[in-house]
T-cell receptor
Framework: GAVVSQHPSWVICKSGTSVKIECRSL??????MFWYRQFPKKSLMLMAT?????????EQGVEKDKFLINHASLTLSTLTVTSAHPEDSSFYIC?????????????FGEGSRLTVL | DAKTTQPTSMDCAEGRAANLPCNHS???????VYWYRQIHSQGPQYIIH???NNETNEMASLIITEDRKSSTLILPHATLRDTAVYYC?????????????FGGGTRLMVKP
């Protein structure tokens, strides 16, 4: 199946710093990517929808200035957690749809675990 | 997307079939049933999906009741590596966003 890769897989940072997480579709072009976050023992919560060449659409309650999303190419979307604080510590997961036509199948990255000290 | 109800957790003996139920009594005619699973500290993995007919692939079988109000995911010979959280999701396949809304899922523990 199609491959979605995230980098880094884990990161530890100091409070107040910014962290960038990359999501790449390795063998297909993704016009749309989705960013989720997941707290321990909880389900995935959609944060935003990332569209190539346009501004991301954020879910209610998600601060767009806090979580900057850039989708500059058909194979790369980035999530930047700005001025990170301990409460931003979470598992961040991206997903992408292969191709323009709906295949009914989304592919997920391996996830990126952020720990803010 | 319609809401689903799944048991919080289930146990299964290694080598036996794991049958994971899902209720989706408010499913619409154009909504599909999707199953994903998430192994600890990994991203979700697509398993299978179907509309009304039963489906089978190399990973699992999906049995959908005739009224489509419930379904069962079957792992025919569960292994320890099948221990994961299994998510049942109903969604319109051709919606504009294609994002997935995850519920609580079923935490399947496969025991030796």
């Amino acid at each position: 199946g199609a491959v979605v890769s995230q980098h880094p897989s884990w990161v530890i940072c100091k409070s107040g710093t910014s962290v960038k997480i990359e999501c790449r579709s390795l063998d297909f072009q993704a016009t749309t990517m989705f960013w989720y976050r997941q707290f321990p023992k909880k389900s995935l919560m959609l944060m935003a929808t990332s569209n190539e060449g346009s501004k991301a659409t954020y879910e209610q309650g998600v601060e767009k200035d806090k979580f900057l999303i850039n989708h500059a190419s058909l194979t790369l979307s980035t999530l930047t957690v700005t001025s990170a604080h301990p409460e931003d510590s979470s598992f961040y997961i991206c997903s992408a749809r292969a191709g323009l036509a709906n295949t009914g199948e989304l592919f997920f990255g391996e996830g990126s675990r952020l720990t803010v000290l | 997307d319609a809401k689903t109800t799944q048991p919080t957790s289930m146990d299964c003996a290694e080598g036996r079939a794991a049958n994971l139920p899902c209720n989706h009594s408010t499913i619409s005619g154009n909504e599909y049933v999707y199953w994903y699973r998430q192994i600890h500290s990994q991203g979700p993995q697509y398993i299978i999906h179907g509309l009304k007919n039963n489906e089978t692939n190399e990973m699992a079988s999906l049995i959908i009741t005739e009224d489509r109000k419930s379904s069962t995911l079957i792992l025919p010979h569960a292994t320890l590596r099948d221990t994961a959280v299994y998510y049942c999701i109903v969604r319109v396949a051709h919606n504009a966003g294609n994002m997935l809304t995850f519920g609580g899922g079923t935490r399947l523990m496969v025991k030796p």
